[in-house]
């Protein structure tokens, strides 16, 4: 049997604030790694290893910041990702696994994925871990189905879409990271005839949690803001 000498690299999903919504195999994998990487932001916070933390017995951890500035500089977010998996190998190869913890679900706009790309081709094994979505957090939090029979559902980051052709599609569509752009989405969605049939939710499952529908023009919102617009 041939023993493995190389630490595995988990993208692992603690879903959009809640601890009780981190699932059962997300405390498992971060509770056996024995370092963790975390998304950390200019003012030192750690969402994501906070929200950890309440689920999962973390104490003996050695953790991994890792800055990312969120500039749309692709220059200097290459920068920043090569910085931490450079990081992260060295684990790796010492034979150490290493957990890196992603708001949401590790395959939606997440961090940790273009992470475990570099990771990859550095040569090192990758596992993804979901987590709960925030946009179905959401959902539940507003009591609404997402779908119905046969009705589509459209996921939009919100700055970067041209949001009026979004809106005109058939079907529920979430605009995703709205907090920043939110001015010119709350335009977008009046052109469209929308903000009635729209609502927020800022900091979903956190204890700063707050809830807005029907929007209206010169709604103001953090950055963590999720917005439905339902047909």
Request: aromatic share 6%.
């Given at each position: 049997?041939e023993l493995?000498t190389k630490g595995?690299f988990?993208?692992?999903?603690v879903?959009p604030?809640?601890?009780e919504l981190?699932?059962?195999k997300?405390?498992?994998?971060?509770?056996a790694?024995?370092?963790?990487a975390?998304?950390r932001?200019k003012?030192g916070?750690?969402?994501?290893l906070?929200?950890?933390?309440?689920?999962?017995e973390l104490?003996?951890k050695?953790?991994?910041p890792?800055?990312?500035?969120m500039?749309?500089?692709e220059?200097?977010?290459?920068?920043?990702?090569?910085t931490g998996?450079?990081?992260?190998a060295g684990?790796?190869?010492a034979?150490?696994?290493v957990?890196?913890v992603?708001l949401g679900?590790?395959?939606?706009y997440?961090?940790?994925?273009?992470?475990?790309?570099?990771?990859?081709e550095?040569g090192?094994s990758?596992?993804?871990?979901?987590?709960v979505?925030?946009?179905?957090?959401?959902a539940?939090?507003l009591?609404?189905?997402l779908?119905?029979e046969?009705?589509?559902?459209?996921i939009f980051?919100?700055?970067?879409?041209?949001?009026?052709r979004?809106l005109e599609?058939e079907?529920t569509k979430v605009?995703?990271?709205?907090?920043?752009?939110l001015?010119?989405v709350?335009e977008a969605l009046d052109?469209?005839?929308a903000l009635e049939?729209?609502a927020?939710v800022?900091?979903?499952?956190?204890p700063?949690?707050?809830?807005?529908?029907?929007l209206?023009?010169?709604?103001?919102s953090g950055y963590f803001?999720?917005?439905v617009?339902?047909e």
């Amino acid at each position: 049997m041939e023993l493995r000498t190389k630490g595995i690299f988990y993208c692992v999903g603690v879903g959009p604030g809640d601890p009780e919504l981190v699932t059962r195999k997300g405390v498992r994998t971060l509770e056996a790694c024995p370092v963790l990487a975390a998304p950390r932001t200019k003012s030192g916070e750690m969402l994501a290893l906070d929200i950890a933390q309440k689920a999962a017995e973390l104490g003996d951890k050695v953790i991994v910041p890792l800055d990312f500035s969120m500039t749309r500089d692709e220059k200097r977010r290459w920068e920043e990702y090569e910085t931490g998996a450079q990081t992260i190998a060295g684990y790796l190869e010492a034979g150490q696994d290493v957990a890196m913890v992603n708001l949401g679900d590790v395959s939606i706009y997440a961090t940790c994925t273009r992470m475990a790309e570099r990771i990859k081709e550095l040569g090192f094994s990758v596992c993804m871990i979901p987590g709960v979505p925030s946009f179905c957090a959401v959902a539940a939090r507003l009591g609404e189905s997402l779908t119905a029979e046969g009705e589509p559902l459209h996921i939009f980051p919100a700055g970067i879409s041209d949001l009026d052709r979004a809106l005109e599609l058939e079907g529920t569509k979430v605009l995703m990271k709205s907090g920043r752009q939110l001015p010119g989405v709350l335009e977008a969605l009046d052109r469209a005839g929308a903000l009635e049939r729209s609502a927020l939710v800022e900091n979903c499952g956190l204890p700063e949690e707050r809830v807005v529908a029907p929007l209206e023009k010169g709604t103001e919102s953090g950055y963590f803001s999720t917005i439905v617009v339902k047909e």
